[in-house]
Nanobody, 124 residues
Framework: VQLQASGGGLVQAGDSLILSCAAS????????MGWFRQAPGKEREFVAG????????AYVDSVKGRFTISRDKAKKMATLQMNSLKPEDTAVYYC??????????????????WGQGTQVTVSS
């Protein structure tokens, strides 16, 4: 499985951005796609994830109500809509793929494949 992430950029606080992650290769019928982020000097953290079959979602508390993850089954693409961005959302964002498709795991060890990072910078 290969993951291609796109989106990101430099925005001001309160703005919106969309990140997309396209999966290619043999993905299986039940899996999870998620987004993680890593800010300078910090550990990588789970942001959001979605189960491919049922569309169940999970979010880290700090983004609930602001970020929305969705998936397009036909395109094998997961999208992270980020609204009301804050400077603390500044990080490199990574999309990830897990074969454990029954629920969204928050542990990065559950994710087998990773896309390249994309920088999101939010200025105050």
């Amino acid at each position: 499985v290969q993951l291609q992430a796109s989106g990101g950029g430099l925005v001001q606080a309160g703005d919106s951005l969309i990140l997309s992650c396209a999966a290619s290769g043999r993905t299986a019928t039940s899996y999870v796609m998620g987004w993680f982020r890593q800010a300078p000097g910090k550990e990588r953290e789970f942001v959001a994830g979605i189960t491919w079959s049922a569309g169940s979602t999970a979010y880290v508390d700090s983004v609930k109500g602001r970020f929305t993850i969705s998936r397009d089954k036909a395109k094998k693409m997961a999208t992270l809509q980020m609204n009301s961005l804050k400077p603390e959302d500044t990080a490199v964002y990574y999309c990830a793929f897990s074969y454990s498709g029954n629920y969204v795991g928050r542990d990065e060890g559950r994710y087998r494949h990773w896309g390249q990072g994309t920088q999101v910078t939010v200025s105050s």
